[in-house]
């Protein structure tokens, strides 16, 4: 039984408004604004998330000294059902947790990743 129905990845931007409309147009997706965080998404579900973030540095791909800034939204139905699944997978729930409609997890190599409601 799979755990989620799909990842959503998140970029994060100087404007997400710009990215979101460069990538709706590039893809023929719905964009959705909801402020500092824009969605484009396609018809079947698939979805890109757009963040914005203060000071944002460009990433310098592909030296490390500024490395990418992008992580992924996984959408479940159950945040318990699915934090016990991660965990048992080797994932470690992050002490920071910023929201209600999402838990924030680091992966066994340390990145971040949030399971999401939808």
């Known amino acids: 039984m799979a755990i989620a129905r799909f990842p959503t990845t998140v970029l994060d931007c100087p404007d997400?408004?710009?990215l979101a409309r460069f990538y709706?147009?590039?893809l023929d997706w719905e964009v959705r604004d909801e402020g500092d965080w824009f969605e484009v998404r396609a018809d079947y579900g698939a979805c890109l998330c757009f963040q914005r973030v203060d000071d944002y540095r460009r990433p310098t791909w592909p030296s490390q000294?500024?490395?990418q800034q992008s992580h992924l939204d996984v959408v479940v139905d159950d945040l318990?059902?699915?934090e016990?699944?991660?965990v048992d997978l080797g994932a470690t729930l992050?002490?920071?947790?910023?929201?209600?409609?999402f838990r924030v997890f680091l992966d066994p190599a340390g990145h971040p990743f949030c399971l999401c409601l939808g």
């Open 24 to 26: 709706g147009a590039l």
């Open 16 to 18: 997400a408004g710009v």
């Open 80 to 82: 318990d059902v699915a």
């Open 94 to 101: 992050h002490p920071h947790q910023p929201g209600t409609t």
């Open 84 to 86: 016990r699944a991660v």
């Open 65 to 67: 000294e500024v490395p």
